[in-house]
């Protein structure tokens, strides 16, 4: 059974920066996506960062040049590069991957950006 654990989460000013990581375990497959979502209280959850095996990385427009993803397959884990973070970048993040053996969620880190 693939886990996903994210990690990296807090609360930090605005302007401030965060990295969160997402560590993949248990049985390998084949990865066709890697995603990063995000939900805030009372709104549904939205896609962040979407980097698929083969072709280009996207991004919300509401984070774009702000925010990066990144993998180290090695070591089987996803990253989310956070800066110049804004109170309304608050919500629960959670990181999601598609692949060989299905979909798998993360149960998620909570970011807060307040001053």
């Known amino acids: 059974q693939v886990q996903l654990v994210e990690s990296g989460g807090g609360l930090v000013l605005p302007g401030e920066s965060l990295r969160l990581s997402c560590a993949a375990s248990?049985?390998?497959?084949?990865?066709?996506?890697w995603e990063w979502y995000r939900q805030a209280p009372g709104k549904q959850r939205e896609l962040v960062a979407h980097?698929?095996?083969?072709?280009?990385?996207t991004y919300a427009d509401s984070v774009k040049g702000r925010f990066t993803i990144s993998r180290d397959n090695a070591i089987n884990k996803l990253y989310l590069e956070m800066n110049n973070l804004k109170p309304e970048d608050t919500a629960t993040h959670y990181c999601?991957?598609?692949?060989?053996?299905?979909?798998?969620w993360g149960q998620g880190t909570q970011v807060t950006v307040s001053s």
């Open positions: 248990g049985s390998t497959d084949s990865i066709y996506v």
């Open positions: 999601f991957k598609a692949g060989s053996r299905g979909t798998f």
């Open positions: 980097m698929p095996s083969t072709g280009l990385t």
